[in-house]
């Protein structure tokens, strides 16, 4: 079977929602010009690839219209690469990775972009037009629980108090401080152009973040009984990511970079109120296909929605604090929901290059009640 | 942006000045620079330059801390986009782009002067600049400047806030050339909302005179006679219709630290034989509270502060004698001695306060004319302006009475001044015909003339009767035929009697005019239904009653709405609940620049109930801005009504969709009737009467939608139980009931689910409870 690797990854800066720099640019111009530079970085020959496949977790309004082919035009690719647009929430545009790669392995395409976009500022968190199904709200209110509530219970659950959490955070804030101060963030990122000037910085982190700062917050989602603030939870946020995903034999063939290596894929479900857990199971699942066990894993990057999430996960799971989220995570870098996937696997690609690991676990939570992982191994 | 249907003007009317330049930005240059955006006029804003990386810092400061300010400066916060900012040494040049310059800078004549060197060097002829100040005479200002300054320069005294207090006192010099003054009167007139009052050039000009004088001798007299603060607030405000801050009250809002500039700068300026001497040095116990910080609300309080140890808060005031605080006691005035006549009668020491400094006021006041105003008209009305006296100096007299008031100041040892003596036993004002003359310094009666374009009821209520009227409302005959309905009811709040007279008006409107304009002179436009009545009638458990004022509400806006002629509704001060909804029902509104409207029902624990939901989903729908889809538009409305949010401007009304595109904004008060009144003529020709709305909503996924928002609210601790059951009701109204989403809602529908949830509310306890909590306390009871 073919070998699919990473061959390239490029994202925007990530911008705070409703008052950072992208306040005032469509999503799908965002998206456009990471993917044009992702093709002009890694030099691929835009009439060979496949296929765009888009993340986006509230495909509608300017993110309507099949996302996917929007931005393929938008960032004129030829006419003949198609664009599809993929929605697991915020597992979206690791699930194009996962398609691509599906895809690649059974001959149907040898390059594909794999990207995901999300701006939580012009398109709502829940939609224009939310309409749950009011019987399925009887049956399985969980289904669409408000996600700061299932951070809650996640937190009370495997009783994380407020103390853990904001150490965890600030523990995220400063691995982003030091990224950013070594300048290590400055490759994968994509200058992009707005109606007000060129973006070109992260615009979430806190670099000043302190323990008492964090401590005076108030909960943000249960006032009487809450531990979950705003420090504690990934902000809302405007962003776009891209991998370029392809054969191990076409990326030879082309001498394009070998990131990384897909080892293996998985998908798992959790019960709605704590979908915070799903990496715990996918995960498991993605390493034990690949063979291996957390401890042979020298790369994780698991996507930082809740503090408390990201804890119970890291206990569950046995993952060790030197290899978790080394250039910082989602608490300070932010959480575009679509694009998110595809961060992380870019960057725990990037990382097993940089770090020198074999393997790295790239995994997120997903709302609703579902987990995602990759793993990658580095060539 | 603010957008205006110009006073006096029409459609497209451009503002006297394009652009205007401030130089000074504190406070009162901000405020003045905010109110001249509000008219959505650019600005150029001037500061010292400053030393670090922004040479504008200053100016960019200013407008930074007018944006956090409340009450805001601006009316919405898109206005600051219209200034521009910059500093003397780099943009003075600058000023030959605009239209007017005004000077805000420290009181410091050198300061001042060296400034009009430079300006006088870089600013175009012909283009009027004017000083702010309000110590400094004109003609020490332009002293050693050049003919073609001078004939540019006046003075333009704003009151702070500039945006709040109407007053502008314009002082010209001999050479000032009248074009410039009729061209900044008409400016600050139409375009920023200014009652503009002629005063001489001297000490203070009038507002200041009189009522520096008045703090002053009220102060010093309490002092004499051994008055505490309370005592003297109540003696001193409500009964002679001052604001009940009082004297000690008041102090404590301007900044007890001001006094003594401003009583040093008085004494410096005015005559020996003045009578302002007599009062002018300040309590000994000014300059230790300001010493030890006690400056007023702004510092750690004043003659009263908020005594904030061990956890709680507590009201105190100083003992004028000692200057140690103590907790404050409410003080009531002897039964017989609570209005003005009773006060100034009594024979105790309160009367004799009361005698004392309102004789002497009144005195000094009348003594003043003409040395600083030709005439009584411009005292009274800057006193009323400018210190919300409900009557100035010469109505107040005619209240008490000429001679009755001569007699008084004999028997307390004061000088009768000869324009009180020459008024004899007649009075100062006169209406007759229709026509209001006030007396002249030469004896005889001249007509107060409203300026072009203003119209108030008061002057059609003089001139003769209602064409309909009840004890709740009046329909008026305002020429050109338009009739004027005013509620008349206290608060103009509204009840069964008022849709009789409003019906009824309707009625008579249809045969017998072309257009109707609702407008009110009252302060506030109509604080909504009568909660009083509401809170009797379902103590009755008169369910049936209730459901007939809703019944009827429901039907007299509606035949407003549909009526064959064009309504426009002229709101100003507050539009609540009620109030809100039959603005909603017109045509379209000319609104006063201070508007506060609102849907606030569920604040009492109701929902809107004549109409108002419809009308705000009819409105959200209909802008090109709001998402597609049926949530977006009901989304936002059910956002505003949930949370009872009230528009703190007529600008802000309009973001909230509450006025829509075409409606009109009014920045002078007393020209709205005259604006509301030309719109209803512009929708005359032609007029057809609005199609009835038919609503796609999104039924019972979107209440599900909006049912978890809340409860997330409630969670985070927003929302109260009860707020969450109001909100479910007011969701589903909003999101059409029981109707499915594809079935179409009509107007009707929407009123039936108005009705059956405002019914269910209002025999609920928690809501019952949150009405009679605000009928005692006038605050909302979050249960």
């Known amino acids: ?379 | 942006m603010t957008q205006h249907i110009p006073s006096g003007g029409t459609d497209g009317a451009r503002p006297t000045f394009s652009r205007v330049c401030v130089i000074g930005s504190g406070v009162m240059g901000a405020g003045i620079a905010a109110q001249i955006a509000n008219a959505g006029v650019p600005v150029l804003l001037l500061d010292r330059k400053a030393d670090g990386a922004d040479p504008n810092a200053l100016a960019n400061d200013a407008i930074a801390r007018a944006l956090k300010t409340d009450p805001a400066p601006f009316m919405d916060p898109a206005a600051a986009k219209l200034i521009t900012t910059g500093n003397i040494d780099d943009d003075l040049a600058r000023v030959a782009e605009c239209d007017w310059v005004v000077e805000v800078i420290i009181e410091r004549l050198d300061l001042k002067q060296a400034l009009y060197r430079r300006l006088d060097a870089v600013h175009r002829p012909g283009t009027p600049i004017s000083s702010n100040t309000s110590t400094i005479p004109l003609a020490r200002l332009v002293e050693g400047l050049p003919a073609r300054f001078t004939r540019d320069f006046l003075i333009t005294h704003f009151f702070n806030p500039p945006r709040y207090m109407r007053l502008l006192e314009i002082v010209t010099g001999p050479t000032t050339d009248p074009a410039h003054v009729g061209a900044v009167t008409d400016f600050c007139d139409r375009w920023l909302g200014k009652s503009v009052v002629r005063a001489k050039d001297t000490a203070g000009f009038i507002a200041n005179r009189i009522g520096t004088f008045w703090m002053q001798a009220a102060a010093r007299v309490a002092v004499d006679h051994g008055l505490t603060v309370e005592q003297v607030d109540t003696i001193i405000g409500r009964p002679f219709g001052i604001p009940k801050t009082g004297v000690f009250g008041l102090l404590d809002l301007v900044g007890i630290d001001l006094m003594p500039h401003i009583s040093a700068s008085m004494k410096s300026l005015l005559a020996a034989g003045d009578r302002y001497h007599a009062f002018a040095d300040d309590l000994p116990l000014i300059g230790k509270m300001i010493e030890g910080g006690y400056t007023g609300r702004k510092g750690k309080g004043g003659f009263y502060r908020i005594n904030k140890a061990g956890g709680g808060k507590v009201k105190e005031s100083i003992d004028l004698a000692t200057g140690a605080y103590a907790v404050s006691e409410r003080f009531a005035l002897p039964p017989g001695a609570g209005d003005m006549a009773g006060l100034l009668a009594a024979n105790d020491r309160f009367g004799a306060y009361a005698r004392k400094v309102m004789g002497e006021t009144l005195a000094y006041a009348a003594s003043l004319v003409p040395e600083i105003s030709d005439d009584i008209v411009g005292i009274d009305k800057a006193m009323e302006l400018g210190f919300n006296w409900k009557k100035g100096p010469f109505a107040l007299i005619d209240q008490i009475g000429a001679a009755k008031l001569a007699a008084l100041l004999r028997q307390e040892g004061i000088a009768v001044p000869a324009l009180v003596e020459a008024v004899g036993d007649g009075r100062f004002y006169q209406d007759r015909d229709g026509v209001t003359r006030a007396f002249g310094v030469d004896g005889g009666w001249h007509p107060v003339a409203r300026a072009e374009g203003v119209i108030l009821l008061e002057d059609f209520r003089k001139g003769g009767k209602p064409v309909l009227s009840s004890r709740s409302g009046a329909l008026w005959d305002i020429g050109d035929g338009v009739a004027c309905f005013e509620i008349t009811t206290k608060m103009n709040t509204f009840d069964e009697s008022v849709m009789a007279i409003l019906e009824k008006s309707i009625a008579h409107v249809g045969e017998h005019f072309k257009a109707l304009v609702l407008y009110s002179d009252a302060t506030h436009f109509s604080a909504g239904a009568n909660l009083g009545l509401a809170a009797f009638a379902a103590n009755m458990a008169a369910w049936g009653e209730i459901r007939k004022l809703i019944v009827r509400g429901q039907a007299v806006y509606k035949t407003l709405k549909y009526a064959p002629f064009p309504v426009v509704a002229a709101p100003a001060g507050m539009a609540l609940g009620g109030g809100c909804e039959i603005v909603l029902h017109a045509d379209a509104v000319q609104a006063h620049a201070e508007s506060y409207i609102g849907l606030v029902e569920c604040g009492v624990g109701l929902v809107p109930g004549w109409g108002g939901c419809g009308e705000m989903l009819d409105r959200l729908r209909a802008d090109p801005h709001t998402a597609g889809g049926p949530m977006p538009p009901t989304r936002e409305v059910f956002e505003m009504i949930a949370t009872a949010r009230v528009s703190k401007s007529a600008a802000e009304a309009r973001r909230m969709h509450i006025l829509r595109d075409r409606d009109g904004i009014t920045m002078n008060r007393d020209r709205l009737l005259a604006d509301a009144k030309m719109l209803a003529l512009s929708l005359v020709e032609g007029y057809r009467s609005p199609p009835k709305p038919e609503f796609h909503l999104a039924g019972a996924g979107g209440k599900l939608a909006l049912d978890m928002a809340v409860e997330g609210m409630a969670r985070q601790g927003i929302a109260t139980p009860h707020d969450v059951t109001v909100a479910g009701k007011l969701a589903f109204i909003l999101t059409g009931g029981a109707h499915d989403s594809t079935e179409n809602v009509t107007e009707e529908d929407m009123l039936e689910l108005e009705r059956a949830a405002f019914l269910e509310l209002i025999q609920s306890i928690p809501t019952l409870d949150r009405i009679e909590h605000m009928l005692e306390t006038g605050k909302p009871l979050r249960n």
């Open chain 1, 1 to 379: 079977m073919n070998s699919v690797v990473i061959a390239g990854y490029a994202r925007s800066p990530f911008q705070l929602a409703r008052k950072g720099q992208f306040v005032r640019t469509r999503p799908d111009d965002i998206a456009a010009q990471v993917v044009r530079a992702l093709v002009e970085r890694t030099g691929v020959a835009p009439e060979e690839i496949e296929d765009l496949i888009l993340g986006c977790a509230f495909p509608e309004g300017e993110q309507g219209f099949n996302l996917g082919r929007i931005v393929a035009l938008l960032s004129d690719l030829p006419l003949s690469v198609g664009g599809v647009t993929v929605n697991r929430f915020c597992g979206s545009s690791m699930q194009s990775v996962h398609m691509a790669a599906g895809a690649i392995r059974m001959g149907a395409g040898e390059v594909f972009i794999c990207a995901g976009v999300e701006s939580m500022t012009r398109i709502p968190m829940g939609g224009f037009n939310p309409l749950p199904n009011p019987a399925l709200y009887k049956k399985r209110p969980g289904a669409y629980m408000d996600m700061g509530i299932t951070a809650e219970n996640v937190a009370r659950t495997y009783e994380i108090g407020r103390a853990e959490q904001e150490a965890f955070a600030l523990r995220s804030q400063a691995r982003t401080r030091d990224a950013v101060a070594a300048g290590r963030l400055e490759a994968e990122i994509v200058p992009i152009q707005t109606r007000d000037g060129v973006v070109s910085v992260d615009g979430c982190p806190r670099p000043d973040t302190n323990a008492e700062g964090l401590a005076g917050l108030k909960p943000a989602f249960d006032a009487a009984h809450g531990t979950v603030t705003a420090g504690t939870s990934s902000p809302l946020t405007d962003g776009a990511a891209s991998v370029l995903v392809c054969s191990e034999a076409y990326a030879d063939r082309k001498g394009l970079p070998k990131l990384a290596r897909i080892r293996s894929i998985a998908i798992s479900g959790c019960a709605p109120e704590v979908m915070g857990l799903g990496p715990i199971l996918s995960s498991r699942k993605a390493l034990e296909r690949a063979g291996i066990a957390i401890g042979d894993v020298g790369v994780v990057e698991l996507n930082e929605a809740f503090a408390s999430q990201s804890i119970a996960c890291v206990r569950e799971l046995g993952v060790r604090d030197e290899t978790l989220n080394i250039d910082g995570g989602a608490i300070a870098l932010g959480h575009p929901l679509g694009a998110t996937g595809a961060r992380i696997v870019g960057k725990a690609a990037q990382l097993l290059g940089r770090e020198g690991a074999r393997y790295a676990l790239a995994t997120q939570c997903i709302g609703g009640g579902q987990g995602i992982a990759t793993v990658l191994e580095r060539i």
